[in-house]
Nanobody, 123 residues
Framework: QVQLVESGGGLVQAGGSRRLSCAAS????????MGWFRQAPGKEREFVAV????????YYADSVKGRFTISRDNAKNTVYLQMNSLKPEDTAVYYC????????????????WGQGTQVTVSS
């Protein structure tokens, strides 16, 4: 069982930066791939980024590539999402998720989800 708690959301101006954190409980955190997803009002949840269990590989949605960076610290049971050059279209609730597979972009590949943290980018 893995419990996930996101933090770091808030209001930011376009062009600004924000770092999200996702703290995990459980001793098996380091065995999971960790993903970030987001969901805007009226839209489906979409993939943002994923990192493998040891941080060796990452993968990003085209919409955030070059602006967002996913990383993890297994000693702290935490995964991060550094978001730079934010745009109004990045406004959404951001969720972290844990999955047993490797690189995966679909929600069904993930077993555990956090409650989400709101990021609002003003123009």
């Amino acid at each position: 069982q893995v419990q996930l708690v996101e933090s770091g959301g808030g209001l930011v101006q376009a062009g600004g930066s924000r770092r999200l954190s996702c703290a995990a409980s459980g001793r098996t955190f380091s065995s999971y791939a960790m993903g970030w997803f987001r969901q805007a009002p009226g839209k489906e949840r979409e993939f943002v980024a994923v990192i493998t269990w040891n941080g060796g590989r990452t993968y990003y949605a085209d919409s955030v590539k070059g602006r967002f960076t996913i990383s993890r610290d297994n000693a702290k049971n935490t995964v991060y999402l550094q978001m730079n050059s934010l745009k109004p279209e990045d406004t959404a609730v951001y969720y972290c998720a844990a999955g047993r597979g490797g690189i995966a972009v679909v929600t069904t590949a993930y077993d555990y989800w956090g409650q989400g943290t709101q990021v609002t980018v003003s123009s």
